[in-house]
């Protein structure tokens, strides 16, 4: 039963346009999320959080919206470059609780040059 | 800095082998985590500790696996006896501390069991 669910197992843009990855999670407790970026062969790294209590937060290129009543975040990337091919992992935890992070099954982007 | 340190970086073995995997978490870090990906699971939390107390074991999927931390700056995945599915990618993370959410990912341990 995954509490943390990334729908789309892969997604292509062309390079200069946006990339819109997606994350739904089903616990109501969770309230801070984040973004892990994975290249090959190396261990995810964080790129990006926002706390229940916003529902924006914005990093260079990077975006990310949370939906608390739709129970859905998204992180946007413009404009993609293909260094940002890689695999994003969602993740989320409930703060009040000090409970553990849970990951999603990671989005794999590919950036076509 | 050194980040987190996991070896051996690539693992094959025989079914029924014993695995042991190693990790160095980052100076003055006081969580460690043990994840395993696979591409039908993704990212799974297996067990993580505090102060290298165990908090959580209940990702670990069969009495085939332990873990163990006797100080701050080691600790050690075993597998035994090792089987083919328990063939991935295991990583080993650190956190300041047990609430703090960013956690630093070591390379991970790609492990292949024929």
């Known amino acids: 039963d995954q509490q943390v669910k990334q729908n789309s197992p892969s997604l292509s843009v062309q390079e200069g346009r946006i990339s819109i990855l997606n994350c739904d999670y089903t616990n109501s407790m969770f309230d801070y999320f984040l973004w892990y970026k994975k290249y090959p062969a190396e261990g995810p790294t964080f790129l990006i959080s926002?706390?229940?209590?916003?529902d924006k937060n914005e990093d260079g290129r990077f975006t990310v919206f949370l939906n608390k009543s739709a129970k859905h975040l998204s992180l946007h990337i413009v404009p993609s470059q293909p260094g940002d091919s890689a695999v994003y992992f969602c993740a989320a935890s409930a703060r009040t609780s000090y409970d553990k992070v849970i990951f999603g099954p990671g989005t794999s982007l590919s950036v076509i040059p | 800095d050194a980040g987190v340190i996991q070896s051996p970086r690539h693992e094959v073995t025989e079914m029924g082998q014993e695995v042991t995997l190693r990790c160095k978490p980052i100076?003055?870090?006081?969580?460690l985590f043990w994840y395993r990906q696979t591409m039908m699971r993704g990212l799974e939390l297996l067990i993580y500790f505090n102060n290298n107390v165990p908090i959580d074991d209940s990702g670990m999927p069969e009495d085939r696996f332990s873990a163990k931390m006797p100080n701050a700056s080691f600790s050690t995945l075993k597998i035994q006896p090792s089987e083919p599915r328990d063939s991935a990618v295991y990583f080993c993370?650190?956190?300041?501390?047990?609430?703090?959410?960013?956690?630093?990912f070591g390379p991970g341990t790609r492990l292949l069991v024929l």
């Open positions: 993370a650190s956190s300041l501390l047990i609430e703090e959410e960013t956690q630093y």
């Open positions: 926002i706390s229940s209590i916003k």
């Open positions: 100076s003055g870090h006081n969580s």
